[in-house]
């Protein structure tokens, strides 16, 4: 068992990927806080919500949860403070003074976009708050090589950047799983051909590129299948895209083809895997999503959005097959390709295996982040340009002042 450490989190208690990362430091045998934005959850971890940190429209709201972030960490006196999400968040644990600080990048909080702000000074004021805030940090993760680089570029050298993608449990995500009730649940016959969905139905999800696909798939394999899953709503924004799509579908006339799939639970969400025959993603903008890991451990055909940051880990014609992100005729013929090709689909499992074993094991990432944790309370990570960090944090400070 490893010397126990007090480890304090500022992230949202309500996220999967969060919730696994913190519960594998519990299981450790650690002490761990969560300072979140989101009323949660997690076991084993003292979660402390942060009233109106949601609020990130103006100075006020901000430099009240900065004021709360700073008594809070005093009064735990951690070992180190971990950040998830540079957007805001980091912004606070930025600015809370404490170090040794790790921010962790997952791809959103690095893809500003305009239309979420009401002019361009602002969208440029947190792109300055970002930068700031990241040369802040004691140690950079990101979870694919093009954030390393874009986080280089921001950091200009200030901090070290490590790969740490958030993989999977090869024990849950397996191609032998028994189907049989799943099936018969989402009135699936035998012989159809599968194709899972396994993005969340928002805007950047693109999942109504993937619906405008299905009447030439339809032509080509009349029996296929289509999962879209986690269509609900929690939002107005999702709550429109979800009923655009539910349109979309019905003018189409591929109604027939759709399982329209709630949230699913961690839980299950290994049956559906093994369910399907072929698993698209075509986000317009992404990270190292957990979804290519776990579809590679249950030993699925993938095709994806051509994204640079899916470059290590999908080659096309190799681990999985990549189209362009709006291209809906280019993806049906995907989708075709690997029911026509099965020895090709076979091919890219296998190889993907490498990458899995790579990159996509949840246990041996988080071993290598508890190593990066302990060199870092011992100085085996040096902590560079304590000067220019200090003048950073000035600036940032007054920024928000």
């Known amino acids: 068992m490893p010397h126990t450490l007090t480890l304090c989190y500022i992230a ?6 969060v919730r696994r990362w913190l519960g594998y430091f519990v299981n450790r045998g650690h002490r761990v806080y969560c300072l979140s934005d989101r009323p949660g959850q997690i076991d084993g971890v003292t979660v402390i919500e942060l009233p109106g940190s949601q609020d990130v429209g103006c100075s006020r709201p901000l430099n009240a949860c900065i004021r709360q972030v700073r008594e809070i960490i005093q009064e735990i006196q951690p070992d180190l403070v971990h950040v998830f999400f540079l957007y805001h968040l980091g912004w606070l644990a930025a600015l809370s003074g404490f170090h040794p600080l790790i921010i962790t990048l997952l791809g959103p909080d690095l893809m500003l976009s305009r239309q979420n702000y009401k002019s361009g000074l602002q969208l440029k004021f947190a792109h300055l708050l970002n930068s700031l805030s990241l040369k802040q940090a004691d140690l950079v993760t990101t979870v694919s090589d093009n954030l390393c680089k874009a986080a280089s570029r921001m950091g200009m050298g200030l901090v070290p ?17 028994e189907t049989t009730e799943l099936r018969e649940k989402l009135q699936i016959p035998d012989d159809s051909f599968v194709v899972l969905s396994p993005r969340r139905m928002a805007p950047r999800y693109n999942q109504n590129t993937i619906i405008e696909s299905i009447p ?13 899953k986690d269509a609900f709503s929690d939002n107005p924004e999702r709550l429109a895209y979800v009923e655009a799509l539910r349109e979309q579908a019905e003018a189409l006339g591929v109604q027939h083809a759709i399982r329209w799939v709630g949230e699913v639970p961690m839980a299950e969400l290994p049956y559906y895997y093994a369910l399907s025959d072929v698993v698209v993603s075509v986000p317009t903008v992404d990270g190292m999503p957990v979804t290519i890991f776990e579809a590679m451990a249950a030993q699925k055909p993938l095709i994806v959005g051509d994204l640079a940051s899916y470059n290590e880990v999908i080659i096309h014609g190799q681990t999985g097959l990549r189209v362009p992100v709006h291209n809906s005729q280019v993806l049906a013929g995907a989708i075709v390709k690997m029911h026509h090709n099965p020895a090709l689909a076979k091919r890219m499992v296998e190889e993907s295996q490498v990458i899995l074993h790579q990159y996509g094991i949840f246990d041996e990432q988080m071993m290598r982040m508890e190593r990066y944790y302990n060199g870092l309370l011992s100085q085996d990570i040096p902590r560079r340009h304590p000067v220019r960090k200090a003048l950073n944090r000035f600036l940032l400070k007054a920024l928000v002042s």
């Open 12 to 17: 949202d208690a309500t996220n999967i990927h």
């Open 161 to 177: 950047i490590e790969l740490i993608p958030i993989g999977v449990d090869p024990h849950l995500f397996r191609p032998d799983l």
């Open 216 to 228: 030439k798939v339809l032509e080509e394999i009349p029996r296929a299948v289509f999962i879209l």
